[in-house]
């Protein structure tokens, strides 16, 4: 009996024809596993591609109100030309475009304006600069983003 077993085993073995390739059931699974991946996925990139477009403002804005502290330190008001800053920050940056308004000898508003708000997932963020020549310090009130926005302003 095993040896009628084994004859039959051996026989099946080498008459059976090799298969090559996947059927289409395997290749539809496959998509399928794949199609769910990129769909827990995408969102996920997305916002943190958004957060480090973001990160972009905040940190050049940091810089300009660094420079304007410096500026009003050295003269009477702070400034709404953002090149007279002692900083080596371009107006124009990758997502946003830096402003400047209302500089008067006791605050200024700085702008970084989103360029495509939509389409990079940013917006529009500022911060306001208020000195106090009683004590000499400067006061800084960050405000203007969405907050459903991804990496939102303090």
Known sequence: MASNFKFKLLSH???KKEEKGFTLIELLVVVIIIGVLAAIALPNLLNQVGKARMSEGKST????NRGQQVY????????NDLTKLDTKVDVTG???????TGAGS???TNIATASAPEGDNTTTISTAITYTPADGTFTLTNGGATQ???GGWF
Not at 61 to 64: E, P, R, S, V, Y
Request: glycine fraction near 8%; hydrophobic fraction near 40%; proline fraction near 4%.
């Open 13 to 15: 073995l080498t008459n």
């Open 61 to 64: 804005l940091g810089a300009i």
């Open 72 to 79: 009003r330190t050295e003269n009477p008001t702070f400034t």
């Open 94 to 100: 990758d997502f946003f475009t830096f402003s400047a």
């Open 106 to 108: 006791g605050a200024v």
């Open 148 to 150: 459903n926005k991804s």
